[in-house]
């Protein structure tokens, strides 16, 4: 058996966009400069809720990608809602307010009849054609990541009829994650899922996840070897483009309704009133999907004047406005079920060279990776005095021309730094 050769079954790949896609293209990107022939498997008539073409150009020639066709059933309820259908599969459940009759129903459909996921309709047809395709080239490990959870189920499969060495990479939680809850379960659905979670967790060789927490949560479950290998950055050649004139915080990525805070408004409001200055040179940028309640709080605290809403833009364009913007915010929902969630901008902002401003709940893991970096400053939903003041302090040194972070120990999040570590782990059982 060939050990250099390595499986990965993974559901997004570009030309989706969206923080999904990131962690497997790079792996990919950097597994042969460790000897490892990296063989991806994608669906071929995938329902991506985000499109970025560019990041196709990401994709080395070298590259073995096989394709099979998947069945979504999103497609098929896209005639009762394009729209609401498309934040369903993008996973944008997480919205408190009220929901329609066709947003109850496909919810609960989401979560008792797709178990794990819409994508389990590609389980049975992927086992088929890779079953054939591991034993006719000689493939000894296979990396299965999620979510779509379903994927975890083709591993399962494939591990029990050929018995490969198994890896399950957990890019989220599976029962864990904030948006379970929201997805009406049934008593019977549930077991189903934590079931279906305990005997992936405890057939794989090796568990994959991005951070501490989550490791902690599921050496509850197992006791099968769980390695943390968090997200990271690429060096990217960016052009340089000099910082805004305006004193700019920048939110980039989806601001989902439960991320909305209102500390943070308030503090905003609160200073355009108090000081003329803040107000002439201050302004909130916007970048990626956000939702109507976020953008109903910050018109209540009558910020709509300052706000440039820039929407979805491509991944290059996202990290030019990273390095240009004078503050990055990153916030994080205000809930239990978060603390182990780093996202996946986070390290790109680390070393776009401007401050952080995060908010989230109390002992996140990012909040550790920021005070360990130097690459910002971390606050919870009850410190609106220290977060309204450390603004101001970032207005000053604006003000002052010498706004700037002085970041240390980045390079162990690099994608190549990471993928090392990957390899180490494949190692293991090679």
Request: glycine letters at 4%.
């Amino acid at each position: 058996m060939s050990s250099n050769k390595v499986l990965i079954i993974t559901y997004y790949w570009p030309p989706a966009g969206g923080p999904g896609v990131q962690r497997w293209l790079k792996f990919v990107k950097y597994l042969p400069d460790f000897g490892v022939e990296p063989i991806v498997y994608i669906p071929e008539n995938p329902s991506y809720p985000l499109i970025d073409e560019k990041l196709l150009s990401e994709v080395s020639d070298a590259t073995v990608i096989l394709k099979n066709k998947i069945f979504e059933p999103y497609a098929l309820a896209s005639f009762l809602s394009k729209n609401k259908t498309k934040k369903l599969g993008a996973g944008i459940i997480t919205q408190k307010k009220k929901q329609s009759f066709i947003e109850k129903t496909m919810l609960w459909i989401r979560g008792n009849v797709f178990i794990p996921d819409a994508r389990v309709f590609w389980v049975k047809p992927s086992v088929k054609y890779l079953k054939k395709y591991i034993q006719e080239n000689n493939i000894e490990t296979i990396i299965t990541t999620g979510p779509p959870h379903s994927l975890h189920l083709i591993g399962l499969d494939l591990k029990k009829q050929l018995n490969v060495n198994w890896i399950a990479d957990f890019r989220d939680p599976w029962t864990t994650i904030g948006y379970h809850k929201e997805l009406k379960l049934s008593n019977w659905a549930s077991a189903k899922h934590k079931a279906l979670e305990k005997e992936v967790m405890n057939t794989c060789d090796t568990i994959l996840v991005t951070s501490p927490t989550t490791k902690t949560e599921f050496e509850s479950i197992t006791n099968k070897p769980i390695e943390v290998i968090t997200n990271g950055y690429d060096v990217e050649k960016i052009e340089r483009k000099s910082l805004d004139e305006n004193f700019t915080l920048a939110h980039i990525g989806s601001f989902l309704s439960e991320r909305n805070p209102q500390i943070l408004w308030e503090s905003l409001s609160e200073l355009i009133q108090e000081n003329e200055a803040f107000a002439k040179h201050f302004k909130l940028k916007l970048i990626g999907a956000v939702s109507k309640e976020v953008l109903q709080s910050i018109s209540e605290f009558q910020l709509d004047n300052f706000v440039q809403n820039l929407g979805y833009v491509s991944h290059e364009e996202a990290l030019v406005h990273q390095r240009s913007s004078q503050v990055l915010l990153l916030i994080e929902i205000d809930s239990e079920d978060t603390k182990c969630i780093i996202p996946g901008k986070l390290f790109e902002y680390m070393v776009s060279e401007r401050p952080i401003l995060a908010i989230g709940p109390k002992n996140s893991d990012f909040e550790n990776i920021i005070k360990q970096t130097n690459t910002g400053v971390f606050y919870q939903y009850n410190e609106k005095n220290e977060l309204k003041n450390q603004i101001l302090d970032y207005f000053n040194q604006y003000l002052d021309k010498c706004l700037k972070v002085n970041a240390v120990g980045l390079q162990q999040f690099s994608r190549k730094s990471l993928t090392e570590k990957l390899v180490g782990v494949l190692r293991q059982k090679g």
